[in-house]
């Protein structure tokens, strides 16, 4: 009984666990894989990060210069940018929307 | 009409399964004396798509074998390539590779604690156990940027190391963990209503499971003391684990054997954080595999077989997985006859099944 009533007290006065999402945003971790990123102007093209994509989300054409990441087939391991030669791939810790980038 | 049979078909959607898979019960009025099972619901045809992809790539495909022990099935294929290629793998690698072994299986426990609590309608246990086990979801997310699916290991190491600053809080996960155990511990171990369910449930003997081959918890509560992290691959050399045992061979035993070993993982995560030294986290592997290998990783469900075959080229020949839940599906057979329907499903989440796992 008198446990009880501990716990009853406790949970009246504990704030609730839960977030009121999306009003209350938790900030990601600074490492958290949440999207791919890329910046045009150091990447080469080479094509390493279209042939090593363990989902074929990416498709890299050096005529006409292209580089396509598919949002729905990229499982966002961060493969990419840890093999890419001139570092211009990487991990933003922020999520993406479901299916957008 | 007494004694006549009649046949239910249990899942595959069912409220208390998370995945699915049928059982097809052969009842008389309330007591099943058969049980059927019908699985095949979630194959995606890894084994077969491991072949075409490279070596490297396999690792991310393997990890989606199964959400919960996801790091697990990517040591047990690494450290099979790592034999294959011998590539000796830095110490510090090898104890990152324990400690986020040791924090999948804290998350795995917790997980299946709250699915076995709501098959029996204990919801606020589910609730308490699922809010515990985010301290470790967030932990793994600081540490190794996902949540779940954490793509840290690589052939010849990790792909991230753990910076002074995460160790202190990968510490303090684990004192917070240990404390939430301590409301959940005697909950589950003394409470009269927990018990009734629970005791005397879908039993076996440790003859059967030994004949049966189980595996994990289902074999350790039974009292075969089995525990693949004995044999002391990655850092279990140094950090020696005694396997925790029981012996009543019911749902009740298996249910202490996972909550000790919750204290058992915090245990050796303290232990791996305390003694981890300093150093590389990965070597180069450079070459292709060539050869075949077993290798073998305790995961939280029980022991995994990883049969790996290269040809010397960047695809591999053959891949074939073994998981625990497979080996644990024929005990499950044999703790089901007997037994009354509403019983079913505490029986079945008592071995922990991960149909994923079991399918690929």
């Known amino acids: ?23 209350e945003r938790r900030a990601p971790f600074a490492g958290s894989r949440g999207h791919v990123e890329m910046d045009p102007s150091t990447c080469t093209f080479c094509g390493v990060c279209a042939r090593k994509c363990p989902a074929n989300a990416l498709t890299v054409s050096k005529d006409p210069r292209s580089w396509t990441l598919e949002p729905y087939k990229c499982i966002v391991c961060g493969y990419c940018a840890d093999i890419c030669p001139k570092k211009s791939i990487s991990m933003n810790p922020n999520h993406g929307l479901p299916g957008g980038i | 009409m007494p004694g006549s049979k009649s046949i239910i078909p249990f899942g595959p959607q069912h409220p208390v399964f998370p995945e699915p898979l049928q059982l097809r019960l052969v009842l008389e009025d309330e007591k099943v004396v058969e049980a059927l099972p019908a699985i095949g619901y979630v194959h995606r045809g890894i084994e077969k798509l491991a072949e075409k992809k490279e070596y490297t790539q396999n690792i991310f495909l393997v990890e989606r074998i199964c959400g919960i022990c996801s790091f697990m099935h990517a040591l047990a294929y690494c450290q099979g ?7 000796t793998v830095p110490d510090r690698a090898r104890y990152l590779r324990v400690i986020w072994s040791e924090l999948h299986r804290l998350h795995s426990h917790l997980l299946w604690l709250g699915l076995l609590a709501d098959s029996f309608g204990f919801e606020s246990l589910f609730m308490q156990s699922w809010r515990s086990r985010e301290a470790v979801m967030d932990i793994m997310e600081a540490t190794a940027g996902g949540r779940v699916i954490i793509s840290t290991c690589i052939i010849g190491g990790v792909r991230r190391d753990i910076s002074e600053e995460l160790m202190a809080e990968v510490l303090k996960t684990v004192d917070v963990l240990e404390r939430d155990l301590e409301i959940i511990r005697p909950v589950v171990f003394d409470d009269y209503s927990v018990k009734q369910r629970l005791v005397g449930t879908g039993r076996i003997t440790s003859e059967q499971a030994y004949d049966l081959g189980s595996v994990g918890p289902v074999a350790r509560a039974c009292g075969i003391a089995r525990d693949f992290r004995e044999t002391g691959y990655a850092a279990y050399k140094e950090i020696k684990v005694t396997p925790v045992t029981e012996t ?7 249910a202490r054997v996972r909550i000790r070993e919750m204290y058992q993982s915090i245990d050796i995560v303290r232990q791996a954080v305390r003694d981890i030294p300093a150093g590389d986290i990965a070597v180069p592997a450079r070459g292709n595999p060539e050869g075949e290998v077993i290798s073998r990783v305790e995961q939280p469900r029980g022991e995994v077989i990883y049969y790996i075959k290269g040809d010397g080229t960047k695809n591999l020949e053959r ?9 644990n599906m024929a005990p499950l057979l044999t703790m089901l006859p007997g037994c009354e329907l509403a019983n079913v499903p505490v029986i079945v989440l008592s071995i922990d099944p991960c149909i994923s796992c079991t399918e690929r």
């Open chain 2, 319 to 327: 891949l074939r997985v073994r998981t625990p839940t497979f080996a």
């Open chain 2, 81 to 87: 390539i790592e034999m294959l290629m011998d590539v």
């Open chain 2, 248 to 254: 009543g061979g019911d749902a009740y035993a298996r």
């Open chain 1, 1 to 23: 009984m008198v446990s009880l009533l501990k716990s009853v007290i406790n949970n009246v006065l504990r704030k609730p666990e839960t977030r009121c999402y999306p009003v």
